[in-house]
């Protein structure tokens, strides 16, 4: 059983700056890549960054220059460091890790999301 976890969330003024968290614990043999989606309300779910455990990165444009994704392999942890924060950012933000499990088989986990509010 693998559960991530997220924490950071919370409400923010336009301009001012957040860092989300998730943590995955349980069986875990390697996690190939941990990354952040959002979904904002009537929206469908976007990626946002996304990192290997190589520490190649990916960014959505709109977030490019403003966020950093970051890991502690060590840690078994990926974080979102935001700043510049804009309301358009507002919505639910979910970590997602490929990881291979005690029995080496891989796939997809998610943690439940955290929001993150963003006042004009």
């Known amino acids: 059983q693998v559960q991530l976890v997220e924490s950071g969330g919370g409400l923010v003024q336009a301009g001012g700056s957040l860092r989300l968290s998730c943590a995955a614990s349980?069986?875990?043999?390697?996690?190939?890549?941990m990354g952040w989606y959002r979904q904002a309300p009537g929206k469908q779910r976007e990626l946002v960054a996304d990192?290997?455990?190589?520490?190649?990165?990916v960014y959505a444009d709109s977030v490019k220059g403003r966020f950093t994704i970051s890991r502690d392999n060590a840690k078994n942890t990926v974080y979102l460091q935001m700043n510049s924060l804009k309301p358009e950012d507002t919505a639910v933000y979910y970590c997602?890790?490929?990881?291979?499990?005690?029995?080496?088989?891989?796939?997809?986990?998610w943690g439940k999301g955290t929001l993150v509010t963003v006042s004009s």
């Open positions: 990192i290997t455990s190589g520490g190649s990165t």
């Open positions: 997602k890790a490929y990881i291979i499990g005690g029995t080496y088989y891989g796939m997809d986990y």
């Open positions: 349980g069986s875990i043999f390697s996690i190939v890549a």
